[in-house]
T-cell receptor, first 111, second 115 residues
């Protein structure tokens, strides 16, 4: 059974800092890995999708990497801003097209 | 263009009543997912549709839960004889197919409260 774990559960940093969020998964038979952000009371917003054959994806200040063999992904946020404060969720799409989510990392960027 | 639309946004119901939650996916999206998010918890997979068929119903918590999708578009999630533990935010998502390069687009959810 696929399990997705995110570390840390919560993170508080000063504005401008670069930071790394970690995601690990137990079964490497995945189609893709997706990172989302969720703001309080809202749905999820897709940030990045990395296909199983890819190693990384970049969008603006965000960079996500994937090491499928070791079951790990990282989301790197450069020059963090208060508007980045949200919960970041990692999810893997398994062989039956089910997207399995981690519990998320709650990020607070202090002005 | 419009995103994924869910209605109602909030629903308060008495224990034992039936409720119906609606999801309008992005036009043309063939894959549709339902998830449940309880307070302070992660997202729990409920059911997945490809077109009108549901290849994976493994996440439905009990036989009180059912879902259907008609015309490859709108989906409804029905909870019969609601219980207090059914209180949660129910999220719907769609993607243009189940291929590996299609991200999921989520609606804002329906917050269900069972009193």
């Amino acid at each position: 059974k696929q399990e997705v774990t995110q570390i840390p559960a919560a993170l508080s940093v000063p504005e401008g800092e670069n930071l790394v969020l970690n995601c690990s998964f137990t079964d490497s038979a995945i189609y893709n890995l997706q990172w989302f952000r969720q703001d309080p009371g809202k749905g999820l917003t897709s940030l990045l999708l990395i296909q199983s054959s890819q190693r990384e994806q970049t969008s603006g200040r965000l960079n996500a990497s994937l090491d499928k063999s070791s079951g790990r992904s990282t989301l790197y946020i450069a020059a963090s801003q208060p508007g980045d404060s949200a919960t970041y969720l990692c999810a893997v799409m398994d062989s039956s097209y089910k997207l399995i989510f981690g519990s998320g990392t709650r990020l607070l960027v202090r002005p | 263009g419009a995103g994924v639309s869910q209605s109602p946004s909030n629903k308060v119901t008495e224990k034992g009543k039936d409720v119906e939650l609606r999801c309008d996916p992005i036009s043309g999206h063939t894959a549709l997912y339902w998830y449940r998010q309880s307070l302070g918890q992660g997202l729990e997979f409920l059911i997945y549709f490809q077109g009108n068929s549901a290849p994976d119903k493994s996440g439905l918590p009990s036989d009180r839960f059912s879902a259907e999708r008609t015309g490859g578009s709108v989906s409804t999630l029905t909870i019969q004889r609601t219980q207090q533990e059914d209180s949660a935010v129910y999220l719907c998502a769609s993607s243009d197919d189940s291929a590996s390069d299609s991200p999921l687009h989520f609606g804002n959810g329906t917050r269900l409260t069972v009193t």
